[in-house]
């Protein structure tokens, strides 16, 4: 199975700061990355797919980069309605598997 | 507007049978691939299962293989899984999704296994 390490698992930001979240995959997945935010007691939603391709409706802030086994999600210009958990999920093989998840909070 | 409302979850035993299902609309059901995902109390999320648009190709993880049944029927735009031999481990909010990106997600529905 391929396994995501996904870092940090907590994140404090400020409004207005700009973010990054990694997800470093065990081998090669070839931009088969998605990132989701989940907000308390919600449904996850999609934020980007094909590692940087942007969901429709959701805010350009959101951005999506990497390669190989090396993904990162940008959040730039921290927001109140950015505080969440925020997943990444390699959809290159299955089993499909999640990274273990970034609870971002504002400080 | 894309629905994807899942019912069917409820308390049960250990070893017995649950059937989930997940009624869609808002979108063309029989052109996506479905799947399910499940996420533990307050733990990450987890795939469970995905079936091809037709029903023809279905895939899970290991730790419900040949227990759990995931179809479709696109006349009725609904998705199934099929639950046997729970066990505790088996607790979790499953959600159904549509596409292979996961793109849609139901609100999700509660099963919990326990005596």
């Known amino acids: 199975d391929i396994q995501m390490t996904q870092s940090p698992a907590s994140l404090s930001a400020s409004l207005g700061e700009t973010i990054s979240i990694e997800c470093r995959a065990s081998?090669?997945?070839?931009?088969?990355l998605a990132w989701y935010q989940q907000k308390s007691g919600k449904s996850p939603q999609l934020l980007i797919y094909a590692a940087n391709r942007l969901q429709d409706g959701v805010p350009s802030r959101f951005s999506g980069s990497g390669s190989g086994t090396q993904y990162s999600l940008k959040i730039s210009g921290m927001q109140p309605e950015d505080e969440g958990d925020y997943f990444c999920l390699q959809g290159s093989k299955f089993p499909l598997t999640f990274g273990s998840g970034t609870k971002l909070e504002i400080k | 507007e894309v629905q994807l409302v899942e019912s069917g979850g409820v308390l049960v035993q250990p070893g017995r049978s649950m059937k989930l299902s997940c009624a869609a609309s808002?979108?063309?059901?029989?052109?996506?691939?479905m799947a399910w995902v499940r996420q533990a109390p307050t733990k990450g999320l987890e795939w469970v299962a995905t079936i091809s648009t037709s029903g023809g190709s279905t895939y899970y993880r290991d730790s419900v293989k040949g227990r759990f049944t995931i179809s479709r029927d696109n006349a009725k735009s609904t998705l199934y899984l099929q639950m046997d031999s729970l066990r505790s481990e088996d607790t979790a909010t499953y959600y159904c999704?549509?596409?292979?990106?996961?793109?849609?997600w139901g609100q999700g529905v509660m099963v919990t296994v326990s005596s």
């Open positions: 999704t549509a596409n292979w990106e996961l793109q849609y």
């Open positions: 081998e090669d997945i070839y931009s088969n």
């Open positions: 808002g979108f063309t059901f029989s052109s996506f691939p």
